[in-house]
């Protein structure tokens, strides 16, 4: 065999392992974790995490939550700390708060506008991470809540909106705000 044959066959011999090595552990999904199975978790390998606590099957429980916002017309006695809760239904999950906090940050619907609702948080404002432990949410923004408020008003009725959204769950009981990782 001449060098070139050896060489081509060689390359041909990588691109395959590593096309099978791709295929293998890049496109195939978790290794160790939980499957769901005609309506049942079945465990697959050895999962870090315990069993996921909702079921399985393609129908997911629904909770109602509230969303909390400020209210225009709460009277002559507006209190900025003051906040009041609108119903939404959610899919029930592991981690409610998170997708509770997501939809408040939406902000009011046009019929909850009309109302008197609105939110003192910016249109831009995102959730770096959400993490509860120990009754204590840390939420990380990327940028403060109550930034482009105009107010010390605004800014304490945009945490007033943050703080009960998510103390309504009874895993939270205080709520502490990182700002691009940095406690503010």
Avoid at 23 to 41: A, Y
Wanted: hydrophobic fraction near 40%.
């Amino acid at each position: 065999m001449d060098k070139n044959k050896i060489i081509n066959i060689a390359i041909i011999v990588i691109f395959v392992a590593t096309a099978v090595f791709f295929v293998r552990f890049m496109l195939s999904g978790p290794e160790d974790g939980w499957v769901c199975q005609d309506g049942q978790w079945i465990k697959h390998g050895q999962p870090g995490e315990s069993m996921p606590a909702q079921p399985c099957s393609g129908e997911t429980e629904k909770i109602i939550v509230q969303l909390f916002y400020n209210n225009r017309n709460f009277g002559s006695g507006f209190d900025c700390q003051k906040a009041a809760g609108v119903r939404r239904e959610i899919e029930n999950s592991s981690q409610p708060e998170k997708e509770t906090l997501r939809l408040m940050l939406l902000g009011p619907s046009q019929a909850e506008k009309d109302r008197g609702y609105f939110s003192n948080l910016p249109a831009d404002l995102q959730v770096l991470s959400l993490q509860v432990k120990n009754n204590l949410a840390i939420i990380d923004f990327n940028q403060a809540p109550w930034s482009k408020t105009d107010s010390s008003c605004r800014a304490l009725g945009a945490f007033s909106q943050i703080e009960e959204t998510l103390k309504q769950f009874s895993s939270v009981n205080q709520v502490q705000i990182l700002v691009n990782g940095q406690k503010f």
